[in-house]
């Protein structure tokens, strides 16, 4: 048996979402001063709304620590408030602050016009196609490691 890595799935969507997530991170910490997993927590609380740090986790698919230290950083930074988790007095809520919210509204127009140009290869049906194959795919990864 011969085994090529360049034609092996799980080394094809690693490599190629990191860098994806490079390209379009090196638009937003050359601007913005923004570390990818920061972006990540400020992404999904900028579309999700409040959230704790272990629903941040399991919505970034980021490690507790990293998902610590992006927070920390984020608070720090003041683009994130806490306050605390009345039905969970061991956990915070953390939410875009004013300022977080108006950095992750300009921050959104690049993200996504940068998208824009690495999807520019693709036409709309080869877009559609491929989400809705790596919905395919992940929905049973995540069947998979729920067994």
Do not use: C
Not at 18 to 39: C, H, M, Q, R, T
Not at 92 to 105: I, V
């Amino acid at each position: 048996m011969t085994f090529k890595l360049d034609d092996y799935l799980p080394y094809q969507l690693s490599t190629t979402s990191n860098v994806v997530s490079d390209v379009i991170a090196g638009e937003y910490k050359s601007l913005f001063g923004l570390k990818i997993p920061e972006w990540r927590v400020m992404s999904v609380l900028g579309v999700r709304g409040a959230s704790t740090q272990r629903h941040l986790v399991e919505a970034t698919l980021m490690d507790k620590v990293t998902v610590n230290r992006a927070v920390k950083n984020l608070v720090d930074r003041a683009l994130l408030d806490r306050s605390p988790n009345t039905a969970d007095g061991r956990s915070h809520h953390l939410m875009l602050s004013a300022k977080g919210r108006d950095l992750y509204e300009k921050i959104m127009p690049a993200a996504l016009a940068m998208e824009k140009k690495i999807m520019a290869v693709l036409t709309a049906q080869e877009k559609a196609e491929l989400s809705a194959m790596l919905a395919k795919i992940k929905k049973s990864a995540d069947t998979l490691a729920a067994e």
